[in-house]
């Protein structure tokens, strides 16, 4: 792939570094130990000595590790602590970092399902969790965990469209997780995340989207505006109806009210006219009395609209008549 790119990480030459330190190490030695050997033989005793000690004497870091071989074969894998080498028969192998590695790889172009051509960058956490395998497990391992990154983010877009690409963003990264563990494990490298950077689609599809996403957005709000006119309006309906219903009950209410207060009027203008004439019987009216009252009677009579007026030619009768029936209501 000539496109990837590792962010200035460079672990794919761990397997030289020491090769070349130590050729000039042993060039600067070989120079020290002629000049030495003409100046002095005893110093020159005394400095090989140290030189041999400080160049196979090594001290390991933390999160750290060397692979050493022994006459071209691997021996055994440093960790961190003071370590020596023996002389001509050791060398170190390589040095690697033990650490999380963020590998941030350019987009890399992929087919959807319905022949869509779009861009996908990843992200791929890493760490190398046997040296041994990661040093002899393959050539270039970082490249060739890149190769396999594109590959498979190939394979796994291809069998989805475009729209569950776009949407399928946790199902991809889990997928391609476990794809590159399994792949990688050969090699000594466990992957432990594998992140979806960035989808670009095409120009004219991402206008399309776009144009779908506002549609949509005016589609769901003209929804919303009418639900809210279809709420109000039948809240507006339930409050009229409300209302007609409490003006009917107070109507009603009130018509009860005024019926019960005229038949209770009517009750007490009837019991008060019983009073009356039960008190007129107490008081046992002569015959004065009720001819005064027929007179009257005949008064009230007059003042009314009628034209005509019928009197009666005895009226004495009457008061008699009248007085009769009070001594016979008497008994």
Request: proline share 4%.
């Given at each position: 792939?000539n ?7 460079h ?18 030695y ?90 996908i ?88 989207m ?11 709000e ?46 007490l ?6 009073d ?17 009252q ?38």
């Open positions: 792939m496109n990837l790119n590792i962010n200035k990480i672990l794919d030459e761990p397997l030289n570094c020491y090769h070349n330190n130590s050729i000039v190490i042993k060039s600067v070989l120079i020290a130990l002629i000049v030495t050997f003409i100046v002095s033989k005893p110093v020159f005793v005394i400095l090989l000595i140290l030189g041999l000690i400080l160049y196979h004497v090594r001290i390991v870091p933390q999160a750290r590790a060397c692979v050493i071989e022994r006459l071209g074969a691997y021996h055994k894998t440093w960790e961190t602590g003071l370590h020596v080498l023996l002389p001509i028969v050791d060398h170190i192998a390589a040095e690697m970092s033990l650490k999380e590695i963020v590998l941030d790889f350019e987009p890399q172009p992929v087919i959807t399902k319905d022949n869509v051509t779009m861009q960058d990843t992200v791929v956490y890493c760490q190398i969790m046997n040296p041994k395998l990661y040093a002899y497990g393959v050539e270039r391992p970082i490249s060739a965990l890149g190769n396999i990154t594109a590959t498979t983010l190939r394979n796994l877009v291809g069998d989805l469209e475009l729209d569950e690409t776009l949407t399928s963003r946790d199902m991809i990264n889990d997928k391609m997780r476990v794809i590159l563990d399994e792949a990688t494990d050969p090699w000594g490298i466990k992957v432990n995340r594998v992140e979806i950077k960035n989808i670009l689609p095409p120009k004219d599809i991402q206008e399309s776009e144009k779908q996403m506002r549609a949509e957005r005016e589609r769901r003209k929804i919303l505006q009418a639900e809210g006119d279809k709420k109000s309006a039948v809240l507006i309906a339930e409050g009229e109806k409300e209302a007609m219903v409490l003006r009917a009950v107070a109507k009603k209410e009130a018509m009860i009210a005024e019926a019960e207060g005229v038949a209770e009027s009517l009750r203008e009837a019991q008060a006219k019983a009356a004439i039960r008190l007129i019987n107490d008081a046992n009216p002569s015959k004065q009395y009720l001819t005064l027929s007179y009257e009677a005949l008064e009230k009579v007059a003042n009314g609209q009628a034209t005509k007026l019928i009197v009666p030619s005895d009226i004495q009768d009457v008061a008699g008549t009248l007085a009769a029936l009070s001594e016979t209501i008497k008994k």
